[in-house]
Nanobody
């Protein structure tokens, strides 16, 4: 079992920035593809970003390209989501995701492990 613990959510004004973190104690973290998803109020969960096990390849949803950056530090077993130029429509619960397979699995939502979620609220 892989436990994922998100942090860094909160309330921010439009145009501001937040950095989400997702930590795990799993020693095989460095072999897992990781990602972020979000669930806006009243909507289904949607893909945001994914990163390969090495960090050498990333994917983003069109709605966040150029504003969000996913990265990872395998020495700290942590993945990050830097969110800049935030908009009210970015308001959602953000979930960390992990899968021992390819990054494409994460992009497709075929995820083995989920975090508990962290709330991000962007005020206008």
């Amino acid at each position: 079992q892989v436990q994922l613990v998100e942090s860094g959510g909160g309330l921010v004004q439009a145009g501001g920035s937040l950095r989400l973190s997702c930590a795990t104690s799993r020693r095989t973290f460095s072999t897992y593809a990781m990602g972020w998803f979000r669930q806006p109020p009243g909507k289904e969960r949607e893909f945001v970003a994914a990163i390969s096990w090495s960090g050498g390849s990333t994917d983003y949803a069109d709605s966040v390209k150029g504003r969000f950056t996913i990265s990872r530090d395998n020495t700290k077993n942590t993945v990050y989501l830097q969110m800049n130029s935030l908009k009210p429509e970015d308001t959602a619960v953000y979930y960390c995701a992990a899968d021992p397979g390819l990054k494409s699995n994460v992009v497709a939502g075929r995820v083995s492990y989920w975090g508990q979620g962290t709330q991000v609220t962007v005020s206008s």
